[in-house]
């Protein structure tokens, strides 16, 4: 909207800055509007109604992402500070798109859970900001730990504890890429319990050759949840390789 000069712009039909001025004013106001009436919810709302206000506010805030003026940036910074953590990254991402500068510290947040982590690289990728994501996470064995949370995330059940086993370099289909095999195990809901949790195995990839190059999505990422002993880590390299092959 604001890249086509206005001459153009008219020939082709394409709406300018100068035409959204009223739209931009309505999606502050409504945006607002529905920030308040969120706010009035208690957050242990069981109702739904926080969380449907939460995510039309997304929407609003990537709307806002291509307005600089300051009702627009100042609004933005309001949905940044949310308890919701959906909503403040969409807030966050906008921020940057629009040029603000954000604390780097809220990047932390979200880099530190392994949850969000990818998500949060990809959002800044598209953005051709990942200088803004935290460099400690900025690595490719922790984008493909988090890629392979990613994969495991179910209904806010991730594992435990998740730890690397080996780092592989293969060549498959006249593509090499770096694989990063995994264990992992969850927390035992039997308070009653006496045997350990069982370990699975997982794989996450592939990377680049280059180590200085990463990626957010590995192609090949997955788990059968087949368990640590139940073969050699070749024989699960091979297994999970075979069932993701395109």
Same mark, same amino acid.
């Given at each position: 909207?604001?890249?086509?000069?206005?001459?153009?712009?008219?020939?082709?039909?394409?709406?300018?800055? #100068? !035409?959204?001025?009223? /739209?931009? +004013?309505?999606?502050? =106001?409504?945006?607002?509007?529905?920030?308040? %009436?969120?706010?009035?919810?208690?957050?242990?709302?069981?109702?739904?109604?926080?969380?449907?206000?939460?995510?039309?506010?997304?929407?609003?805030?990537?709307?806002?992402?291509?307005?600089?003026? @300051?009702?627009?940036?100042?609004?933005?910074?309001?949905? #940044?500070? !949310?308890?919701? @953590?959906?909503?403040?990254?969409?807030?966050?991402?906008?921020?940057?798109?629009?040029?603000?500068?954000?604390?780097? #510290?809220?990047?932390?947040? &979200?880099?530190?859970?392994?949850?969000?982590?990818?998500?949060?690289y990809n959002r800044l990728e598209n953005l051709h900001k990942t200088e803004r994501f935290p460099e400690q996470y900025r690595t490719q064995e922790a984008l493909a730990e988090g890629d392979l949370i990613q994969?495991?995330?179910?209904?806010?059940?991730?594992?435990? +504890?998740?730890?690397?086993?080996?780092?592989?370099? /293969? =060549?498959?289909?006249?593509?090499?890429?770096?694989?990063?095999? &995994? %264990?992992?195990?969850?927390?035992?809901?039997?308070?009653?319990?006496?045997?350990?949790?069982?370990?699975?195995?997982?794989?996450?990839?592939?990377?680049?050759?280059? =180590?200085? %190059?990463?990626?957010?999505?590995?192609?090949?990422?997955?788990?059968?949840?087949?368990?640590?002993?139940?073969? @050699?880590?070749?024989?699960?390299?091979?297994?999970?390789?075979?069932?993701?092959?395109?």
């Amino acid at each position: 909207l604001h890249s086509f000069p206005p001459r153009l712009s008219s020939e082709l039909g394409i709406i300018t800055t #100068a !035409d959204i001025s009223g /739209i931009r +004013q309505h999606i502050q =106001t409504y945006g607002t509007s529905t920030f308040n %009436k969120r706010r009035a919810v208690p957050e242990d709302d069981s109702t739904w109604q926080r969380a449907s206000l939460g995510y039309e506010l997304g929407n609003v805030a990537r709307l806002l992402g291509y307005f600089t003026d @300051s009702a627009s940036v100042s609004l933005l910074h309001a949905l #940044a500070a !949310d308890s919701d @953590s959906s909503l403040a990254l969409s807030a966050l991402c906008a921020l940057e798109q629009c040029g603000q500068t954000t604390h780097p #510290a809220l990047w932390e947040g &979200y880099a530190v859970n392994p949850v969000w982590r990818n998500i949060v690289y990809n959002r800044l990728e598209n953005l051709h900001k990942t200088e803004r994501f935290p460099e400690q996470y900025r690595t490719q064995e922790a984008l493909a730990e988090g890629d392979l949370i990613q994969f495991l995330y179910n209904d806010e059940d991730v594992p435990s +504890q998740i730890q690397l086993l080996q780092v592989h370099e /293969i =060549t498959e289909g006249g593509q090499q890429g770096r694989y990063f095999v &995994y %264990k992992f195990c969850y927390a035992s809901r039997d308070e009653e319990a006496t045997e350990p949790a069982p370990w699975y195995v997982g794989i996450s990839g592939p990377q680049p050759l280059d =180590t200085e %190059k990463v990626t957010g999505a590995g192609s090949r990422t997955m788990s059968y949840f087949n368990t640590l002993d139940e073969m @050699s880590i070749d024989d699960h390299i091979t297994a999970l390789l075979e069932e993701s092959s395109p």
